[in-house]
């Protein structure tokens, strides 16, 4: 690359990492100025705001119960004999089936490093319990040198596997080391898991075996597979057209793993995560993207070249690696068996709190993508025009749109009345705040199915709780879930996009999660 395409290349990054900050600080502050020279412009605005926020209320409880209908005939089904009830030669993409046999091998890598070894363990312990073959399934652990040599338990991870789970993986349990200070890499899971998945691709290779027949998952050490995860994922696999040109991700993504052990306001944050991932398997799959844990061809994933090990984000940015590899033409395919993963605890009830908004921190550091993808997506003429447009209004409507939509609604119109105060004279000044308070109580009230599918969903209430302070609970959650919206589901993504937009490296920010057990 020539040194003027370069510096148009790189120029080009800047504005675009500039952008969503820009545009959220001029939505943030739009009440403010719009609100002295258009009032009215700015209070019709709020209003259909307010509008769409009721719309979005009834989508995402519509798809909750109807995800939830869903997972509930899925754990009905044992998705191994659904897979061997299939007749080979009907499948689509014959040439894309193993050669031998039905089912795929599966390679399981985990990037191990704040994980305590326990919860590792717990998770390995899963696989070995899932409805699957286990001469199929194939582990590799990866852990970082670095933490090696202030560690010494740390380092004897590997020793520990051999030890436990030796005998019930054989030759199928790799483990690996991944080098510190390799040239260009970010700290983080994207340049562990890359080491650990081409050492993993390597051996296999060595020992003959074609990876194109495998799949790969790269969960997190803290995740917990139910019992029929790879079985239903594989029927999946199985039965779709393109089967490697997609990739695949649960419906249902709980944190019910230690859910009655962290704070309150901790649960209400997982929950808040996990029925919007399951309304939008259901209603706008299309939308989804690579998240924490996802499964593809580990052919492919060595063909995009892994993970960018430049990045500390390694799992919104990793969908665009193949999206642009096959042109646009890699989709989401969910199954509905759930996965369960650790809420961020600590035995320190504020430093409990502290740690989970470095967390949303990091999360909020995905914002990366939009500079990433949106540059690309300019530059790539294969894929058609109309799917570009699309892609590049979905990321400003993630990274942007979403991120200001709630305060907007709860605190435009009262900034607009304070800063005109000749509105404040006049009927609007009844009417509207009226009309924004009626919509948002139908808002609430077109979420309470979700509350009652919540309840089937999150662990059954601890056998000391009295059933009156669990109906407590519940009822606190409401006012409390109104209260995360503004701080731990605002605050740090607008932190995370205006220190993109004033430059800062996000690989200085980014660092690992720490995973422990409740003791």
């Not at 309470?448 to 009295?466: D, E, G, L, Q």
Request: charge should be positive.
């Amino acid at each position: 690359m020539s040194k003027e395409r370069a510096f148009n290349d790189r120029f080009l990054q800047r504005i675009l990492e500039i952008i969503p900050g820009v545009l959220i600080w001029i939505f943030l502050l739009s009440p403010l100025w719009l609100g002295f020279s258009f009032p009215y412009l700015i209070i019709n605005i709020l209003v259909v705001l307010s509008v769409y926020w009721v719309y979005r209320a009834f989508i995402l409880s519509f798809g909750t119960v109807i995800g939830y209908i869903f997972v509930w005939r899925a754990s009905k089904k044992d998705w191994l004999k659904e897979c061997q009830s299939l007749d080979k030669s009907l499948l689509p993409d014959q040439e894309s089936l193993p050669k031998n046999g039905l089912l795929p091998k599966q390679l399981i890598v985990i990037a191990n490093y704040g994980e305590e070894y326990e919860v590792v363990k717990r998770s390995i312990n899963a696989l070995l319990n899932q409805n699957y073959p286990k001469e199929l399934i194939y582990l590799a652990v990866s852990i970082e040198e670095r933490r090696t040599k202030r560690d010494e338990d740390y380092a004897r991870r590997g020793e520990y596997l051999k030890r436990d789970f030796g005998e019930a993986f054989g030759d199928r349990l790799f483990f690996f080391v991944h080098p510190e200070n390799i040239d260009g890499e970010a700290i983080g899971a994207a340049a562990n898991r890359t080491w650990g998945t081409k050492k993993s691709v390597e051996v296999l290779e060595q020992r003959g075996e074609n990876i194109n027949e495998f799949l790969i998952t790269a969960p997190d050490g803290d995740l917990v597979f139910s019992k029929d995860y790879l079985a239903s994922l594989t029927f999946r696999w199985l039965t779709v057209e393109k089967r490697n040109q997609r990739f695949y991700q649960t419906a249902l993504y709980t944190f019910n793993n230690n859910y009655w052990d962290v704070p309150i306001l901790v649960r209400i944050l997982m929950v808040g995560l996990t029925l919007p991932v399951l309304s939008s398997s259901v209603l706008e799959k299309n939308k989804r993207e690579t998240w924490s844990c996802f499964t593809l061809n580990l052919g492919v994933m060595k063909a995009v070249n892994y993970w960018d090990t430049s990045l500390g984000i390694d799992d919104t940015t990793f969908f665009w690696r193949p999206y642009f590899h096959f042109n646009g033409d890699w989709k989401c395919e969910v199954f509905f068996t759930p996965l369960s993963a650790d809420a961020v605890y600590n035995n320190n009830y504020f430093k409990n709190h502290v740690d989970q908004y470095k967390q949303y921190v990091r999360w909020g550091w995905g914002v990366i993508t939009f500079p990433l993808a949106v540059k690309q997506l300019i530059n790539n003429r294969k894929i058609p025009f109309i799917e570009r447009a699309t892609k590049i209004y979905h990321l400003f409507e993630v990274f942007v749109f979403w991120k200001v939509l709630g305060f907007l609604i709860a605190f435009g119109i009262p900034i607009v009345f304070l800063v005109n105060y000749e509105l404040s004279r006049q009927v609007i000044s009844i009417t509207v705040p009226q009309t924004v308070s009626n919509l948002l109580t139908l808002a609430t009230l077109f979420l309470i199915p979700n509350t009652i599918v919540k309840i089937f969903i999150i662990p059954k209430k601890p056998a000391k709780m009295s059933y009156i302070k669990y109906i407590l609970i519940l009822i606190a959650e409401a006012p409390l879930n109104i209260l995360s919206l503004f701080t731990f589901g605002f605050l740090p993504f607008i932190e995370s996009t205006t220190r993109m937009m004033l430059g800062q490296e996000h690989t200085k920010r980014v660092t690992w999660s720490e995973k422990q057990l409740v003791r």
